[in-house]
């Protein structure tokens, strides 16, 4: 058990790390591209500003602008180095679409007909700004002429590539890490609790044991002394609470030897056992005014304790019998891939969710009042509960719509 929650525990940090990583990483790339996308526009648009198309046709004189719509404005006087150290690119194109000048950049890493091509479906797919492979790109609509104007982002998105992926190896680094750490620290803070709970099993174990002696001498020894006296109210008293001393003894060494005894184990019918214990309830359940509606697959195989299931199955039938407040009960087993899939289900009154969570533990009660009314001491659902994981399984219980419903997982052979 504190195995499963050694792993849980284990699980539970290292999907909080990886999560918590993800999401930085996530944030921290985020607001890197966003930053980056904004700079080029502002450079991109600044490129726009600066853009001379006498210069680029070899004019002597820059053509002069007239005042009117989208007449570029002044640029700076003294760039920024980040612009000085850009490589652009552009293709101004006129109203008909005839190319007027191309600048494929210092070191004509483009050629110009790949430019005049990109320019040109860039401005059919009618998208003012974006990226193109490797390329921001912004659209300017000038008097002179459409400016089709390109940033360079090669190095840019090179670096971003090398600092993601040396991220993600220091991270995953720091994750294996914090792995072996958490592993380390899970067992120390388990141990504590390990302990705990080995001593008071073994307390059980050897209490169980101290007392079935002297509880069956207390039985013969009643029983002596009714044949001696014949019927006596004290004598009753005594046989009737030593009867009850003796049931909770019994169930207290089958708890026991659910979570710690080695069991033979033995390839057997699930279906079969399950079958077996509805069909002995049936009676008692009948004799209560209930009737128990099962379906059962058939053929369903597992590995196993034949007694120590069919006591499970009997717990839950038991259980859902004396607190069923209709007349129906039901049993359904169903194979799921490598899984078998038992289910009980009873109508009862509503059981608050800080109770629900409670119903395996030990001599836990829903009703104090009736404590060990019955000889049912609290512990049936507990043994339910260690019979299920001895067999590699889980039990839980669900409470809606007025229906009391406990479900058994448990491997079983395909």
């Not at 850009?86 to 293709?91: K, R």
Request: hydrophobic fraction near 40%; charged fraction near 25%.
């Amino acid at each position: 058990m504190f195995n499963r929650s050694r792993r849980k525990i284990i699980l539970s940090i290292m999907s909080s790390l990886i999560l918590l990583f993800v999401v930085t990483i996530s944030v921290i790339m985020a607001a890197s591209f966003r930053e980056i996308r904004q700079r080029n526009a502002e450079m991109l648009a600044r490129y726009a500003q600066l853009y001379d198309l006498r210069r680029e046709q070899g004019s002597p004189e820059p053509l002069p602008m007239p005042d009117g719509i989208n007449a570029p404005g002044p640029g700076p006087a003294d760039p920024p180095p980040d612009y000085q150290l850009s490589t652009f690119y552009s293709v101004a194109l006129a109203e008909d679409g005839s190319v007027l000048a191309v600048d494929n950049g210092e070191k004509a890493l483009y050629e110009e007909e790949e430019l005049i091509r990109i320019a040109e479906q860039l401005l059919s797919e009618g998208r003012p700004s974006g990226r193109v492979g490797n390329l921001s790109y912004a659209v300017s609509r000038r008097a002179d002429c459409t400016l089709v104007a390109f940033l360079d982002d090669t190095v840019t998105q090179s670096s971003m590539s090398m600092l993601l992926h040396n991220v993600l190896l220091v991270g995953g680094a720091a994750i294996v890490v914090l792995f072996f750490l958490s592993l380390h620290l899970s067992k120390r803070i388990i141990r504590p609790l390990e302990e705990n709970d080995r001593s008071q099993k073994r307390f059980v174990s050897d209490a169980s044991h101290e007392l079935k002696t002297p509880v069956a001498v207390i039985g013969a020894n009643a029983e002596l002394l009714s044949r001696e006296l014949g019927e006596n109210e004290w004598l009753a008293n005594i046989r009737y609470e030593n009867e009850r001393m003796g049931e909770l003894v019994r169930q207290l060494l089958e708890l026991s030897r659910a979570e710690n005894a080695e069991t033979p184990m033995e390839q057997l019918d699930l279906s079969r056992v399950v079958t077996g214990e509805v069909l002995a309830f049936e009676s008692l359940a009948f004799e209560q005014g209930k009737t128990i509606e099962s379906e059962i697959e058939d053929g369903i195989r597992m590995t196993g304790n034949r007694s120590q299931l069919a006591q499970l199955v009997s717990v839950l039938l038991d259980n859902a019998v004396r607190h069923a407040g209709g007349g129906e009960i039901g049993v359904t087993l169903r194979q799921q891939a490598h899984t078998a899939v038992l289910s009980v289900v009873n109508e009862g009154d509503e059981i608050p969710p800080d109770k629900l969570e409670h119903l395996f533990d030990r001599f836990y009660r829903l009703d104090e009042a009736r404590s060990g009314e019955g000889q049912h001491y609290g512990l049936g659902l507990s043994i339910a509960k260690a019979v299920a994981e001895k067999h590699g399984g889980s039990i839980g219980v669900t409470c809606a719509d007025g229906k009391v419903r406990f479900t058994v997982s448990l491997p079983a052979k395909k």
